[in-house]
Structure formats: structure tokens, C-alpha cells
């Protein structure tokens, strides 16, 4: 079979679109029609409830059931919140709350004709099961809905921003969470070059490093999943691709439950290149860092002190692995095992990489031009330094490394609560400590608070590559919905409408700048370089990873010497004049541990 039939059949086996199309064809019309006659057969008894209804009874009633029991056959005990929640968007030309009650209302209908079973569960939540039988085909391609398994062949080109990739496909298109239809500017082109990223699965660690089934049933069945997925991928020829998509802020998500480079360690670990070669000298010497780092020791203020290490330990690399932290183990050993394939000779396509050191403050201080946040994080000097320990031996107390980073990063996201959590009574230390050696990205942080618009329905602002960030002002409302036996549940919808104060601000605009600079990496970086992105890790082919840092580096400068941020403060009316440091722009192309 042709890879291109494989992912057609594959897409209308595994997607919810694709199955759901089957089941369709499959929901007996005696059920259907069954469950129309207890909907035409209901009397409502107030008139808003009469309005609703009679919208309802507009609609085509038969594909609206024959819909919904592609739904409800799939259940098994769930929630009547979660079900609707699912289900509503089937009753039509309705606002939200109407097609929550007027969903619920039928779910009531037909556990009244016995089509469903309707019980209280836990907390007094409606709880819903279906006791019809069918048969085992279906049961069977029920069975098959999972996420969407990585495509087995280039994924189509996005024109527009809710076009996607998959060949047969159609879904919300490459925003995640879109509340807001627009057509902002997306740079589409930086997703089809990710999406372009031809991706393998290494056979040799998944067969090396065995993983116990967990108790927990849910991560049992995602882990036989994915290796169900893996043995699919294998067995069609063991080239993939993963598709990508964006949040509003412009952060990049790979596409993938069972397989993903932005899962956790084990997952992570089985992933690597197509693109395969043998190690330079260098290539050489930054898969060693890798290992180290992935030991533990990426906090060492040099990359030779961690060569250095590896070279003294090369016979025993394996041993150590009860050293390192059980969620890093996978991917210590895969680093290993890519040592081992180098010493007997063979290509390697071992994607190895580097992260940003505290990419937050990073960003505030490029981005506020702040020679000393810059120097607290590490930018300006020439070894690698721990900024959190750093800025911990430069406050009277004591106070862990998890404690002060629990402090700091969410402080210069908006939070006031974590670091009162860790300094209690000694509050002032902390924003002393802020004032004094972070003090551009402290400003920047609280003139973005400042600057949150009570009116305003969203926020928005624009990157310097054009990418138009549209941040809406989404509030969540619990409402209490009747049930027709007189008892009722709760269900939550979240509304567009102005929010009178939110901290939300500071975390969005340095995290859209996030974004910006892994589409930045991609755009700087040669064609052929292979390059994969979790945030601000970054990872390529060992011989390409001397690349990184310059290249990181080179955006940063770019960005302190650019009006990024003084684009973002006129977009959010902040009266405030961001003046540029020459020196500093310069001494940031040099940064030789921005990335460690």
C-alpha cells in the first residue's frame, strides 16, 4: 500500500472525524427513531423553555440524534457537564447557555425512555451510561478513536490560519483555544517548516529500555497506546512527521498524544532525526555535554567541566544511571546509547540539545535593555551560572534553590502569592532584591499590570516577525441548569467580556516572545540544519549544536536593539520610553551561555 492511501486510511480509522463518519451509517434507525418520538412527545412548560424548544424542532432532528448517539454510545459513566460539554455545539442558530439546557433536557428525555442511563455519582453529579448493546464492529471502531497518530507523509501547506495539515482532516486549524474569530497575522510560514521535519523512531531504545506497565489504568492504556502507534510507524517504513500548532501567543505545541518530542522523558527519548550522519570532532564533543546535562550536571559553569566529566567516566556511563532522576533516566540513556552507535562506527541522528538559562528573565532583560537583570541571568558573563542560586546568595536567609525559583519565575509572571508563600514575613528582602538586581524586568512586569484595560474585550500587540497576538478577556461562569425531574447541575462556560483586573499580562508578553525566537531559530538557522523545539530548549544533530548558542544570541542582541517592547507599550497604552544600550546590544552577540 502507497504511504499516502496508509495515512488516508489511517485518518478515517483513528480520527473522531473519520470514525464518526462510520458510525453514522451504523446507529440503528429504530434508536434514532425511538429517541426522536421522546423529543416530539415533550411538552415544555414555560415559555423561554417553549422558545428554545421550538428552535429545536426546526432543526433536522434525525441527523441531530443520529449525531448525538455517535456520541453517547462511546460513554461509559461520565459526567452530564462533560457530555454536554461535548455535545451541545449539535443544537444549532442557539446561544451557549441555551444549547446547555436545552441539551440537557434531552439527555433527561431519554433516560426517561430508557434509551440511557442516568444515575447521581460522585457529588451528587449526574452520571451518564448507555446499557444499548451493539454490535461488536462498532464496539470496535469505537475502540480505534484515539488522538491523532504522527503523518506518515508531508503534511499539507497551511495558506491560512484555519487550514490543516492532515490529508482528509478538518479541525479548529492551527490556533489552539481560538475563542476569537479573526484573521491576525500567524507566520504560517514557520509552521510548515516544522511541520516539514521528517522524524524517526529509534528501534535500539525502545527495545534497551524496558518500561513497566504503570498501575493506574489511564497511563497503562496511554503507554500500550503508544506503543501501538510506535509499531505502526515501524512497520509503514519508520518516517514520520508531527504538526504543529499555536496558542495566541504565538507559542509553538507539536501535535501528538502517543508521539511527541514535547512529551515527557521516555517519550522524548524515542524520537529522533531522519536526518543522519557521523559525528565531527564537535558533534562529538556537544553529544558529550548532552549526556552530561542530561545526568544533571548542566548547572557545571562551563561546557569543557562537563566534557570533562563525561571523558572520565566513558567506561562506566551506563552504571550511573540509578545516579540521575528517575524522569531523565530515558533520556540520559538514549544520549549513552548514541555514544556507544559513535564508537562502533555508525551515523548518528540523536537530536541533542541545549536550554535557555531562565529564558523569562532572559527576555526582560534584553528586551528593558537592563545591564544588571542581564547579568543576574547569566547573559553577560563567560561561564554558566544558576541564577536562582545566584540571586538566593545575594538575600539574608536560607532558602532552597526550589524555593527561590518557585519565588522568582512566577513573580515576573504577575504572581504576588508564590513569593509571600516562601518569604513570609520577609517579603521586602525579596522585592529588594528584585529592585536592586533585577530592576528593568521588575518595571517591565509592573507596568504590564498597570497597563490591563477593565474595558477592553482583548489585548493585543504585535511581534517583530508580524505576529499579531490577540489575548481575549475570557471569563468563566459556573451557571446552575434546572433538570426536568427538578434537580439540577452545575455547568461552567467561559464568555468574552471585559475582566476588571487580571496579572495575566506580564506572562503573555514575554512568553509570545518565547514564540518569536523558536520561530526566529528556524528562520536563522540553515535549511539543512534539523531543529526541534520544546519552548526554549532547543535540539539539532550534535554537529549543528555549536550553531545554537550564536544563533540565540544573535536574536537576543537584535531584540534589545530593536523597539520590540516599546511596540508592545504603545499597543497597551503604556506611556514609557525604552531607551537602548549600545554597549549591551553588542556584548549580547557574545553571550556564550545563553543557551547551557
Not at 556 to 564: E, K, N, P, Q, V
Request: aromatic fraction near 10%; include cysteine.
Amino acid at each position: 500500500m502507497l504511504l499516502n492511501d496508509l495515512q488516508l486510511l489511517w485518518e478515517r480509522s483513528y480520527s473522531e472525524q473519520g470514525v464518526m463518519e462510520l458510525l453514522r451509517k451504523e446507529i440503528p434507525d429504530s434508536l434514532i427513531e425511538s429517541s426522536i418520538k421522546a423529543l416530539v412527545e415533550f411538552t415544555p412548560t414555560y415559555t423561554t423553555q417553549e422558545e428554545r424548544w421550538n428552535r429545536l424542532l426546526g432543526q433536522d432532528l434525525y441527523s441531530l440524534m443520529n449525531d448525538l448517539w455517535c456520541y453517547l454510545l462511546q460513554l461509559d459513566n461520565v459526567t452530564m457537564t462533560a457530555v454536554i460539554a461535548q455535545v451541545r455545539h449539535l443544537i444549532k442558530s442557539d446561544e451557549a447557555l441555551n444549547q446547555v439546557k436545552t441539551m440537557g433536557e434531552i439527555i433527561f428525555l431519554l433516560a426517561q425512555a430508557d434509551l440511557l442511563d442516568l444515575n447521581r455519582g460522585y457529588e451528587d453529579q449526574w452520571v451518564i451510561g448507555t446499557h444499548q448493546e451493539f454490535d461488536d464492529a462498532i464496539l470496535a471502531k469505537i475502540d480505534r478513536i484515539k488522538y491523532m497518530p504522527p503523518m506518515l507523509v508531508q503534511p499539507k501547506k497551511l495558506h491560512h490560519y484555519k487550514d490543516c495539515a492532515y490529508l482528509s482532516l478538518k479541525d479548529s486549524g492551527v490556533i489552539l483555544n481560538n475563542y476569537m474569530n479573526n484573521d491576525a497575522e500567524y507566520r504560517l510560514d514557520n509552521l510548515n517548516q516544522f511541520n516539514k521535519q521528517v522524524l524517526k523512531l529509534n528501534v535500539e531504545f525502545l527495545m534497551k529500555c524496558h518500561r513497566d506497565i504503570p498501575e493506574d489504568p489511564n497511563l497503562a492504556k496511554f503507554l500500550t497506546e503508544s506503543w501501538e502507534v510506535a509499531a505502526d510507524i515501524i512497520n509503514a517504513g519508520n518516517e514520520f512527521f508531527l504538526t504543529h500548532k499555536y496558542d495566541k501567543r504565538g507559542r509553538q505545541y507539536a501535535q501528538g498524544h502517543h508521539i511527541n518530542y514535547q512529551g515527557d522523558g521516555y517519550h522524548k527519548a524515542m524520537i529522533e532525526f531522519e536526518y543522519s550522519d557521523y559525528l565531527t570532532e564537535e558533534g562529538l564533543y556537544w553529544l558529550k555535554v548532552d549526556i552530561a546535562n542530561q545526568y544533571g550536571l548542566d548547572k557545571l559553569p562551563t561546557f569543557d567541566a562537563r566534557v570533562d566529566w563525561v571523558n572520565q567516566n566513558i567506561d562506566q556511563l551506563e552504571l550511573l544511571v540509578s545516579n540521575v532522576k528517575e524522569k531523565d533516566q530515558p533520556l540520559y540513556l538514549k544520549a549513552v546509547y548514541t555514544l556507544r552507535d559513535h564508537q562502533a562506527g555508525l551515523p548518528i541522528s540523536h537530536p541533542a540539545g541545549l536550554d535557555a538559562v531562565f529564558s523569562g528573565g532572559q527576555l526582560w532583560g534584553v528586551l528593558t535593555n537592563c545591564r544588571a537583570t542581564c547579568e543576574s541571568v547569566g547573559l553577560l558573563g563567560n561561564t554558566c551560572i544558576d541564577p536562582y542560586l545566584n540571586l538566593g546568595g545575594l538575600i539574608e536567609g536560607s532558602f532552597s534553590r526550589d524555593d527561590l525559583k518557585y519565588s522568582i519565575m512566577p513573580h515576573f509572571y504577575g504572581s504576588s502569592i508564590r513569593p509571600q508563600q516562601v518569604f513570609g514575613d520577609d517579603i521586602y528582602k525579596f522585592y529588594e532584591l528584585m529592585d536592586n538586581y533585577m530592576p528593568g524586568a521588575n518595571q517591565g512586569r509592573d507596568l504590564l499590570i498597570n497597563a490591563w484595560n477593565p474595558d477592553a474585550l482583548e489585548h493585543h500587540w504585535t511581534l517583530p516577525d508580524g505576529f499579531e497576538v490577540i489575548i481575549p478577556s475570557m471569563v468563566r461562569t459556573e451557571h446552575r441548569v434546572a433538570c426536568l425531574d427538578g434537580s439540577s447541575f452545575t455547568h461552567v462556560l467561559k464568555h468574552n467580556e471585559p475582566i476588571k483586573g487580571s496579572v495575566c499580562l506580564p506572562a503573555n508578553v514575554i512568553q509570545s516572545f518565547d514564540g518569536y525566537i523558536v520561530r526566529e531559530m528556524r528562520r536563522r538557522l540553515p535549511a539543512h540544519v534539523p531543529l526541534i523545539c520544546n519552548h526554549d530548549c532547543f535540539k539539532t544533530h550534535p554537529n549543528f549544536v555549536g550553531l545554537l548558542n550564536p544563533t540565540y544570541a544573535g536574536i537576543l542582541s537584535d531584540l534589545a536593539a530593536s523597539d520590540a517592547l516599546q511596540d508592545v507599550f504603545d499597543s497597551l497604552g503604556i506611556d514609557v520610553e525604552v531607551e537602548h544600550d549600545e554597549m549591551l546590544i553588542d556584548a549580547l552577540k557574545h553571550a556564550k551561555y545563553a543557551l547551557a
